[in-house]
């Protein structure tokens, strides 16, 4: 079994075109997380509270974050994605997040075979009512586990692609 971090291609164009590995599916409670050594996947736990995840939610392979984890990425489709699925996406924006006082980014993409999403180029086009959506369900889910999430704010495209470049170089540094 190949392992789906390191031996997976980052897309056909990155950094505007990326692959993501869906690891939790939208409308989950159940967090799941790729084990970094075997390539598994792996329950981390099932969330404390009564939300579920808003979008698909995984990580672009190849890349790695200011937080040395994979490069969080939501992927918008109509349809939750089966976990560990291969999604071909296009990069539109990014949501800024702090963890526990560190930086930890979840870029925003929208799946390139979904007609219902693929029309969506950049951040300002979701409705905003959506980005509060996800704004409130990163800094509520954590919250009956006593951590603190912040989400500062949200940019677009450029930015987004900029961090993404960011973080398929700084996993060259790290493992090639």
């Not at 939610?57 to 890349?63: A, E, K, M």
């Not at 980014?105 to 509060?132: G, M, Q, R, Y």
């Amino acid at each position: 079994m190949s392992h789906p971090w390191h031996e997976t291609s980052p897309g056909t164009n990155p950094p505007e075109y990326v692959n993501a590995i869906v690891e939790i599916s939208a409308g989950m409670r159940t967090k799941y997380e790729v084990d970094k050594e075997s390539g598994l996947l792996k329950l981390d736990r099932i969330l404390y509270s009564s939300v579920h995840y808003p979008a698909n939610y995984g990580f672009i392979p190849q890349s790695l974050g200011e937080d040395n984890d994979p490069l969080d990425i939501m992927v918008l489709c109509r349809e939750p994605i089966q976990p560990l699925c291969l999604v071909p996406a296009r990069v539109i924006g990014v949501m800024h997040m702090v963890d526990q006082g560190l930086a930890d980014d979840k870029i925003l993409a929208v799946a390139v075979n979904d007609a219902n999403t693929h029309h969506v180029n950049d951040i300002e086009e979701l409705a905003l009512h959506f980005k509060l959506e996800l704004k409130e369900f990163f800094e509520s889910y954590t919250r009956l586990e006593n951590k603190s999430v912040t989400v500062p704010d949200f940019k677009g495209k450029a930015v987004a692609t900029t961090i993404v470049a960011e973080a398929l170089a700084y996993y060259k540094t790290r493992f090639r």
